[in-house]
């Protein structure tokens, strides 16, 4: 299994994907276009050239990057790809020269055993909730708030 950056003709497959998961409250929901436009902030793991997970590192701030819009087809879970693309974010947030690295999960017992820790969503800057407004559950946020500094 490897990861790779994503390439424009992953979109049309990473977007169902993603949309999956955003389908049962998971995360955010993606438009097409919003992938294409964002595409360099993607890797991928590919079987057969099918994309069967991605991951998104956001670039929020000088210091700060955030994990998002991670998602693995469920027949391939339980193999360690979220693993590796989380792995695949922090390596790039590290050469980026990015010292911290956050995301916001509904399953924070994933992100912990990758050196993750819970913080109060407060303590992040106001400008990582620009896209609240488009989730289903704003204001009444269920998400809660990890970190990890490298």
Excluded at 50 to 77: F, K, M, P, Y
Excluded at 78 to 91: D, I, K, R, W
Aim: glycine share 4%.
């Amino acid at each position: 299994m490897k990861v790779n950056k994503a390439k424009v003709g992953d979109a049309t497959s990473m977007h169902p994907l993603i949309n999956h998961f955003a389908d049962q409250g998971e995360m955010l929901p993606r438009a097409l276009s919003e992938i294409y436009e964002n595409i360099r902030d993607y890797f991928v793991v590919r079987n057969e050239n099918q994309v069967t997970g991605c991951v998104a590192l956001r670039i929020s701030w000088l210091d700060l990057a955030e994990i998002r819009s991670l998602a693995v087809d469920e027949r391939n879970q339980n193999q360690g790809t979220g693993s590796l693309l989380v792995q695949a974010c922090l390596t790039e947030a590290r050469e980026l020269g990015i010292p911290t690295v956050f995301c916001l999960t509904r399953k924070p017992a994933f992100f912990e055993k990758h050196g993750f820790h819970l913080v109060d969503k407060m303590e992040l800057p106001r400008k990582i909730w620009a896209e609240c407004y488009r989730c289903p559950k704003f204001p009444d946020c269920d998400e809660v708030a990890l970190i990890r500094h490298l």
